[in-house]
């Protein structure tokens, strides 16, 4: 691998289903980078929220509460992890009930200003470069990034994806689900869902993940040969 792979910052960002957490850690493991997975932060506090008896339906409640659990994500893509005051939270942030809260309590500016500075610290200490998904990297927390992109697809193709993951589920059920919680990240004040003017789109529709996660490394190589200075430690190599 070239050493040129270095300080890379790769935003993925999009709508849920659409294969940014996949599409992540493999770019990140092919190339060497960190990972960071921004819903899983957001996940954490909202799970930190309802397991500490705050109501998420109230948000001057969540505001107050936002900066008080501490959160440590894990950077290997090979390995992801996240723990709340040092507890692991990596299955409890999974339930049906914390996903059916985390748009509300990711809604909440004070929240979103606790998240993304843990964020942008992560990303500053990643020596190697790192990959960060989430839903508003390449708008508001790395708008510097060297490489955007904005994964979508069809909302039947990200149902059936989301409830293959879960035994008997229906699949119009989670659909809606998916459909109302792409509307409430898409519709919020702060920070909402949305593909920044420079991230090139990718549908991953008709696409196998092997085929987005190919797209995607291309992108970052070719990307990574234009960087100022790419040049010189090519040549010097
Ligand atoms: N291009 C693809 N084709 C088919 N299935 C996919 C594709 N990309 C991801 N998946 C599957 O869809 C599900 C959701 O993918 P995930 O990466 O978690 O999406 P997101 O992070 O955008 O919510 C996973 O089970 C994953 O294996
Ligand atoms: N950068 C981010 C990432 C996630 N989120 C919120 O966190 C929720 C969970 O994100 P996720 O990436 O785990 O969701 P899935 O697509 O994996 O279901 C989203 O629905 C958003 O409400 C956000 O607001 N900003």
Do not use: C, H
Request: aromatic share 2%; hydrophobic share 45%; no cysteine.
């Amino acid at each position: 691998m070239s050493d040129t792979v270095e300080s890379v910052i790769v935003a993925i960002d999009g709508p849920s289903g659409t294969g940014k957490s996949s599409t992540s850690k493999a770019v990140a493991s092919a190339l060497g980078l960190s990972y960071l997975d921004t819903g899983a932060q957001y996940r954490a506090i909202t799970w930190w929220m309802l397991s500490n008896g705050i109501d998420t339906a109230d948000p001057l409640a969540i505001a107050s509460a936002a900066g008080k659990p501490v959160i440590e994500s894990g950077t290997d893509p090979a390995a992801p992890a996240i723990t709340v005051d040092g507890v692991d939270a990596s299955g409890p942030i999974r339930t049906q009930e914390v996903t059916s809260k985390v748009s509300a309590v990711s809604a909440v500016p004070e929240v979103r200003e606790v998240i993304t500075g843990l964020q942008r610290s992560i990303a500053a200490a990643a020596a190697r470069g790192i990959v960060v998904e989430g839903r508003d990297i390449g708008t508001t927390v790395l708008p510097d990034a060297d490489l955007k992109i904005f994964l979508t697809a069809s909302p039947e193709a990200r149902a059936a994806r989301r409830s293959g993951e879960i035994k008997g589920s229906d699949v119009a059920a989670t659909r809606a689900a998916l459909v109302a919680r792409d509307a409430a990240d898409s519709g919020r004040k702060t920070s909402p869902l949305a593909k920044a003017d420079d991230a090139v789109e990718v549908d991953t529709t008709e696409l196998t993940l092997q085929q987005v996660v190919e797209r995607v490394v291309a992108l970052v190589e070719e990307r990574r040969d234009a960087l100022p200075g790419a040049g010189e430690r090519t040549a010097a190599r």
